[in-house]
């Protein structure tokens, strides 16, 4: 997976990712209010020799300080020290809970013990910090007794009270917030990486170009009306979605068929993917430029194209292949310029058989001498073999793909189908395209990119 991969995932779940994002922010912010506010307060206490007459005595003194200083440190988490100070204040915390709350430190190479006691009350925290000071103090001559001269080696000095602290400590509602969203950032881009790899649907060319090297040929935006409208290009000739037929039209004068047939079948690999609009709109489109077109309705199972394009079907294909019409008696004008229909006509027991024929193989060259370009509207490739057969008689499929609804596995199988039978894949045609977010449908994202990209390898040979 490459980083526009990612980048597309990104877009593709903007949504959701926002959504677990700001929840991460909620739970975050929810945490620090549930969490009850920790005050701390800190009192200094100075740690100095006593009884130095001499310069050597005073700097063997200071030595002797700062080895003692680390275990008064350790003292003040004792009972020597907290006992007197839970009586005191009236606690009614043990000595252990209490210890829990306090912490004494001596830094390195100094005579100083910081003494820190964390407590919901600002005020007791203060209380409590300076009030075991006091009681370091005063058990300082038990710990040290006095030499011969009764002089205490050692003094200990509050050097700066506890003051009764403005902010609590804990809990950190920013840090936590921030937190949470970090945590709801990365779960929700997992989410939606796990999403798209779980989700098989094609959405649009990169993931079509995963599973085939073949060119996409065009792209047909969605239209919520394409069952009110099929036919676009003749309902509304200057609409976006109408030139996008205009280009798939552009871009198949550049197929190269390499054989003398100027036949596509125009196939899906299942249902409603939109091969019958496409065919009889991508007909018109070719008429409009001056060719002459004719179109069969090749889908002997459910044909659908006559009645996009409102003709009568009682006379068609099936007819002329068992000799009980002529060609030129079924062949059906659209219009008034050279677009041609030969409709499916009777639903025959044996559709297969039939499409794959020498009568049928006949009636396509005939119709290929006559006309400039022949399409054939066959069944999708999945659920019958009539459109395998069919693209074996012509010079090629062009395969249409709904974005949103076919699966990568339901294209593979079809070009697999297709490549069974030795059949020429001209090309893939997106249809439904979303006309909005990462995959939506541009103009020239497509339509234009496949004639622009033959002509400069061209110009590069």
Same mark, same amino acid.
């Given at each position: 997976?490459?980083?526009?991969?990612?980048?597309?995932?990104?877009?593709?779940?903007?949504? #959701?990712?926002?959504?677990?994002?700001?929840?991460?922010?909620?739970?975050?912010? $929810?945490?620090?209010?549930?969490?009850?506010?920790?005050?701390? $307060?800190?009192?200094?206490?100075?740690?100095?020799?006593?009884?130095?007459?001499?310069?050597?005595?005073?700097?063997?003194?200071?030595?002797?300080?700062?080895?003692?200083?680390?275990?008064?440190?350790?003292?003040?988490?004792?009972?020597?020290?907290?006992?007197?100070?839970?009586?005191?204040?009236?606690? *009614? *915390?043990?000595? &252990?809970?209490?210890?829990?709350?306090?912490?004494?430190?001596?830094?390195?190479?100094?005579?100083?013990?910081?003494?820190?006691?964390?407590?919901?009350?600002?005020?007791?925290?203060?209380?409590?910090?300076?009030?075991?000071?006091?009681? =370091?103090?005063?058990?300082?001559?038990?710990?040290?007794?006095?030499?011969?001269?009764?002089?205490?080696?050692?003094?200990?000095?509050?050097?700066?009270?506890? =003051?009764?602290?403005?902010?609590?400590?804990?809990?950190?509602?920013?840090?936590?917030?921030?937190?949470?969203?970090?945590?709801?950032?990365?779960?929700?881009?997992?989410?939606?990486?796990?999403?798209?790899?779980?989700?098989?649907?094609?959405?649009?060319?990169?993931?079509?170009?995963?599973?085939?090297?073949?060119?996409?040929?065009?792209?047909?935006?969605?239209?919520?009306?394409?069952?009110?409208?099929?036919?676009?290009?003749? $309902?509304?000739?200057?609409?976006?979605?109408?030139?996008?037929?205009? %280009?798939?039209?552009?871009?198949?004068?550049?197929?190269?068929?390499? /054989?003398?047939?100027? %036949?596509?079948?125009?196939?899906?690999?299942?249902?409603?993917?939109?091969?019958?609009?496409? /065919?009889?709109?991508?007909?018109?489109? #070719?008429?409009? %430029?001056?060719?002459?077109?004719?179109?069969?309705?090749?889908?002997?199972?459910?044909?659908?194209?006559?009645?996009?394009?409102?003709?009568?079907?009682?006379?068609? =294909?099936?007819?002329?292949?068992?000799?009980?019409?002529?060609?030129? *008696?079924?062949?059906?004008?659209? @219009?008034?310029?050279?677009?041609?229909?030969?409709?499916?006509?009777?639903?025959?027991?044996?559709?297969?058989?039939?499409?794959?024929?020498?009568?049928?193989?006949? #009636?396509?060259?005939?119709?290929?001498?006559?006309?400039?370009?022949?399409?054939?509207?066959?069944?999708?490739?999945?659920?019958?073999?009539?459109?395998?057969? #069919?693209?074996?008689?012509?010079?090629?499929?062009?395969?249409?793909?709904?974005?949103?609804?076919?699966?990568?596995?339901?294209?593979?199988?079809?070009?697999?189908?297709?490549?069974?039978?030795?059949? &020429?894949?001209?090309?893939?045609?997106?249809?439904?395209?979303?006309?909005?977010?990462?995959?939506?449908?541009?103009?020239?994202?497509?339509?234009? @990119?496949?004639?622009?990209?033959?002509?400069?390898?061209?110009?590069?040979?």
């Amino acid at each position: 997976m490459e980083l526009r991969d990612y980048l597309r995932i990104l877009r593709r779940n903007w949504i #959701l990712i926002i959504v677990i994002t700001l929840a991460g922010v909620a739970g975050g912010a $929810a945490f620090s209010l549930l969490q009850t506010p920790s005050y701390e $307060a800190t009192t200094k206490v100075f740690v100095s020799a006593t009884g130095a007459s001499s310069v050597s005595e005073l700097n063997a003194g200071n030595s002797f300080t700062q080895q003692i200083v680390r275990s008064y440190a350790e003292v003040v988490t004792t009972g020597l020290v907290l006992d007197p100070v839970i009586s005191e204040l009236g606690l *009614d *915390d043990s000595v &252990k809970d209490l210890a829990a709350r306090v912490t004494a430190t001596a830094t390195l190479n100094t005579v100083i013990v910081d003494i820190t006691v964390a407590d919901p009350d600002p005020v007791q925290a203060a209380n409590i910090a300076n009030t075991i000071a006091e009681n =370091l103090i005063e058990a300082v001559p038990d710990l040290t007794p006095p030499n011969a001269d009764g002089v205490a080696p050692v003094k200990i000095t509050v050097a700066q009270s506890a =003051l009764v602290p403005a902010d609590p400590v804990s809990p950190r509602v920013s840090l936590n917030v921030a937190l949470g969203a970090l945590v709801g950032l990365a779960l929700a881009i997992g989410i939606a990486v796990l999403r798209s790899v779980l989700d098989q649907r094609i959405r649009g060319q990169r993931d079509v170009e995963l599973i085939t090297d073949r060119p996409i040929l065009g792209a047909i935006a969605y239209d919520p009306k394409a069952k009110d409208r099929p036919l676009i290009v003749h $309902a509304d000739p200057l609409s976006p979605r109408a030139e996008s037929f205009r %280009s798939l039209r552009t871009n198949l004068q550049f197929v190269d068929m390499g /054989t003398e047939r100027r %036949s596509f079948v125009v196939t899906s690999s299942i249902e409603s993917e939109g091969k019958s609009t496409t /065919t009889a709109n991508l007909a018109i489109a #070719l008429r409009d %430029s001056g060719m002459n077109v004719c179109v069969i309705e090749g889908d002997l199972r459910r044909p659908k194209l006559v009645d996009y394009l409102g003709l009568e079907g009682a006379v068609g =294909l099936t007819d002329v292949l068992i000799g009980r019409a002529e060609l030129s *008696d079924a062949l059906q004008r659209w @219009g008034r310029n050279n677009l041609f229909v030969l409709p499916a006509g009777q639903i025959p027991p044996n559709p297969s058989e039939l499409l794959g024929s020498a009568a049928m193989a006949k #009636l396509l060259r005939e119709l290929e001498s006559q006309f400039h370009l022949v399409l054939v509207d066959a069944p999708p490739l999945l659920p019958v073999t009539d459109g395998a057969i #069919l693209s074996r008689q012509t010079s090629g499929a062009i395969v249409i793909t709904a974005a949103g609804r076919t699966q990568r596995n339901q294209l593979e199988a079809a070009l697999k189908s297709l490549a069974s039978v030795d059949a &020429k894949v001209h090309g893939i045609v997106l249809t439904m395209m979303p006309t909005k977010g990462p995959d939506a449908y541009g103009y020239g994202a497509y339509g234009y @990119g496949y004639g622009y990209t033959q002509e400069t390898s061209a110009k590069k040979r």
